[in-house]
């Protein structure tokens, strides 16, 4: 029997989950450890600044770069910047290499990405199932096309107002938006009776025990009445769902004809924005810019660089945080040396973060958080010693070591994970030094 925790364990755990906002107080000061976030407190307190400019619509036409060493937390303050923005704020992630698309012009990959930074949330009045979850239990299969993941079959859910208490057997897609919302028991949720979305409401207030991730969440009475009725039923889509809604890309047929990948029309969009703004005239919708953040920004081109520089004036556009490790490079397309490979005229347009590199106190607290986040229990010696490492290596390489760290524990019949269990992975598995000098070699042969 798969308990809805271990089901999530696949999807949910990426390496920034742990991250729940900057870890501010109210005069934006950092709170030393808050938020899942450890020192770094001048970026932090930089980033905290930017959240009230943008809430104050004092953002627009400029965009964050953040700039420092590997493992700084670069990608962590951008995610804890969504994470200040408030629910449902998308969190859009692309590396700079990804717009060298073989199927995709570089612009098609940045519009796309754009639009999916932006999400659209939206009220109407629908048959819903609502009420406490009381039982959940998720049956996963292995994915058709990979063995090596497992993916939502069905699941059966009890769920309970202070009225009525029934149990459901749902399909693969409801199991699935079960998954991805991270719904667990005592949690009160939504499904639309016609499509199956589900929506979150928040923490029932008789739920027994904390949820460690979003202690800040707020809490929901059980609601009462019948399981199902009418109800004003609010969710978040992104421009991006409603394009392919609207040139039905989304649908099954694509599989077969590979309709996915090809280019969208520009008067679907231009009708999906139409449609949009009426909904928020009337209303019945409200545009909600989320984030959008690229990642290595030098290995974007010239061409790519003025797409972001002129999308940043327009109405409907995201929030664009740029991040880079690098100091002085070639601009892509070019032959000029610049700053982090960009040209000077959007360099001169971006607020600038930068990220240290961590002590050992702050490894070592990051460590602990992670391995929290993970489940893996550490003896004090493996702390101290994966601390060291991270001090010696980097913050981002010891991370990584830890469930690697806990698959040879229990590959030694433990669940705790020791000395020489860190010593085995930290042989097996290069270090961040090691493997991005491996990428310069690999860079200087094929980009000369
Ligand atoms: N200040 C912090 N507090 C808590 N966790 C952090 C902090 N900084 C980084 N982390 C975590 O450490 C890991 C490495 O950090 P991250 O990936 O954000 O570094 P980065 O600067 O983006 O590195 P790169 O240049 O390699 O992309 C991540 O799991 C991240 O969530
Ligand atoms: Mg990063």
């Known amino acids: 029997m798969a308990s809805i925790r271990e089901v999530g364990r696949f999807q949910r755990i990426g390496a920034h989950s742990h991250i729940k906002g900057l870890g501010l107080d109210e005069n934006l000061k950092a709170i030393p450890i808050a938020d899942g976030m450890v020192g770094q407190t001048e970026a932090r307190e930089a980033a905290g600044i930017i959240v009230r400019l943008i809430k104050e619509g004092r953002m627009a036409g400029r965009a964050v770069l953040l700039a420092g060493p590997p493992g700084t937390g670069k990608t962590a303050i951008a995610v804890g910047i969504t994470r200040e923005l408030g629910k449902d704020v998308p969190f859009i992630s692309l590396h700079g290499s990804e717009i060298f698309s073989t199927e995709l012009k570089k612009t098609e990959v940045l519009m796309r990405a754009m639009r999916k930074a932006i999400g659209v949330r939206i009220h109407e009045f629908r048959t819903v199932y609502e009420g406490e979850v009381m039982?959940?239990?998720v049956k996963t299969t292995r994915h058709p096309y990979n063995p090596y993941q497992q993916v939502p079959e069905s699941a059966r859910i009890t769920l309970?107002?202070?009225?009525e208490r029934k149990t459901f057997t749902v399909g693969r897609e409801i199991a699935a938006y079960l998954i991805g919302q991270g719904v667990r028991i005592g949690d009160v949720i939504q499904i639309d009776a016609e499509t199956g979305r589900v929506i979150r409401v928040g923490r029932s207030e008789e739920a027994k025990g904390e949820r460690y991730e979003i202690e800040a969440e707020r809490k929901v009475p059980r609601p009462s009445g019948p399981i199902k009725k009418e109800r004003e039923f609010v969710y978040t889509v992104t421009l991006h769902d409603l394009d392919e809604m609207r040139s039905r890309r989304g649908s099954l047929l694509s599989l077969f004809f590979g309709g996915g990948e090809a280019e969208m029309d520009s008067t679907v969009r231009q009708e999906v924005d139409e449609?949009?703004?009426?909904?928020v005239e009337e209303g019945r919708a409200e545009i909600i810019p989320g984030v959008l953040f690229i990642d290595d920004i030098h290995m974007l081109d010239i061409e790519a660089f003025s797409f972001i520089a002129r999308a940043m004036e327009s109405e409907l556009a995201p929030i664009i945080v740029l991040a880079s490790n690098r100091g002085i490079t070639r601009i892509r397309g070019t032959d000029i040396e610049a700053p982090h490979g960009m040209p000077l005229d959007l360099l001169d347009r971006l607020l600038i973060i930068t990220t240290k590199p961590y002590n050992a106190d702050e490894i070592r607290e990051i460590l602990k958080i992670r391995a929290r986040e993970e489940?893996?229990?550490l003896t004090d010696e493996a702390l101290e010693y994966l601390t060291k490492i991270g001090v010696e290596s980097s913050l981002r390489y010891v991370v990584q070591l830890l469930s690697p760290a806990a698959e040879a524990a229990k590959a030694r019949g433990s669940?705790?994970?020791?000395?020489?269990?860190?010593?085995?992975v930290r042989n097996l598995f290069a270090d961040v030094k090691r493997s991005v000098e491996e990428l310069k070699k690999f860079e200087e042969l094929m980009l000369r």
């Open 135 to 137: 039982d959940l239990e």
């Open 160 to 163: 309970a107002t202070r009225d």
């Open 275 to 279: 449609m949009v703004r009426r909904m």
């Open 375 to 377: 489940d893996v229990k």
């Open 415 to 424: 669940d705790v994970v020791d000395v020489e269990d860190v010593d085995k």
